[in-house]
């Protein structure tokens, strides 16, 4: 993917060493080092907001539908989802 935007930052001198000492630890530049952790980050956002709990009357209702199955309509739906490409 070509770099066609940029994203600027008001940092304290302090952190700023921090980042750049960390980045050579790693013999990686400040800007590959920023990009690199703060895409894993996003990641982990994005992933952890697709986790969901039930209660026992939902599990029961999440597994007589996953037991059944799926309906055209379903089927093209979920065709539509694996095709569409994640945002990151």
């Known amino acids: 993917m070509a770099a066609t935007a940029s994203i600027n930052l008001r940092i304290s001198n302090e952190e700023k060493t ?4 960390a980045a050579r630890s790693m013999g990686k530049s400040r800007t ?3 990009l690199e952790n703060t895409l894993r980050v ?4 994005i992933l952890d907001r697709v986790r969901f709990t039930l209660d ?4 029961e209702e999440l ?6 199955p ?3 309509e379903q089927v093209r739906s979920l065709g539509k ?6 945002p990151w």
Do not use: P
């Not at 921090?18 to 000492?21: A, N, P, V």
């Not at 996003?42 to 956002?45: G, P, S, T």
């Not at 026992?56 to 599990?59: C, I, P, R, V």
């Open 18 to 21: 921090l980042i750049d000492q």
């Open 70 to 72: 799926a309906s055209e």
């Open 56 to 59: 026992s009357k939902q599990w």
């Open 81 to 86: 989802l694996f095709t569409t490409r994640i």
């Open 42 to 45: 996003a990641e982990e956002v």
């Open 63 to 68: 597994n007589a539908a996953l037991d059944n």
């Open 32 to 34: 590959a080092f920023i």
